[in-house]
């Protein structure tokens, strides 16, 4: 196998592209000084390149990182559904507690109105109500 000069002088690497994609698994040449993607030259000129098609294996992994995408995606989905579910039911309980705080609130105030009412027609009949035994001393 021949392996090309780099522009700098130096002879390049053989690498494998690990981005998902279609060139995914394919080997290419790069130069031992570039460190991060191959130069613009090299994109995706065949000739730079030591495979022209790819393996099955990168396609089945390719494949594979797909489906595991959707499925993940999916679940992310599922959840934020169970989260707003989760919240909506939340604000139903909270508006059923406060209506039911708000009735034994208005029946404790209809209650007092009703013992001071009580109290009141007692006051205005006065201490003859109290000896004829018309109301009981709990009201006095």
């Known amino acids: 196998m021949q392996v090309p000069m780099c522009f700098c002088g130096s002879l390049c690497n053989l ?18 000084n570039y460190e991060y993607d191959p130069p613009k030259r090299y994109g995706k000129e065949r000739s730079k390149w030591l495979d ?8 089945e ?17 599922h959840k934020e559904r169970m989260e707003e579910k989760r919240k909506k039911d ?3 309980i909270a508006k059923r507690i406060e209506e039911v705080e708000r009735q034994k609130a208005e029946e404790r105030e209809a209650d007092r109105e009703r013992k001071r009412e009580r109290a009141r027609r007692a006051k205005e009949a006065g201490l003859d109500a109290i000896r004829k035994g018309k109301y009981p001393r709990c009201t006095q």
């Open 52 to 59: 022209t098609e790819q393996s099955q294996e990168a396609k």
């Open 15 to 32: 690498m494998e592209f690990q981005v998902l994609g279609d060139d995914f698994g394919m080997r290419f040449f790069m130069c031992e």
């Open 90 to 92: 939340q604000e139903e």
């Open 61 to 77: 992994r390719i494949e594979w990182q797909a489906r595991w995408a959707a499925e993940r995606w999916q679940r992310m989905l």
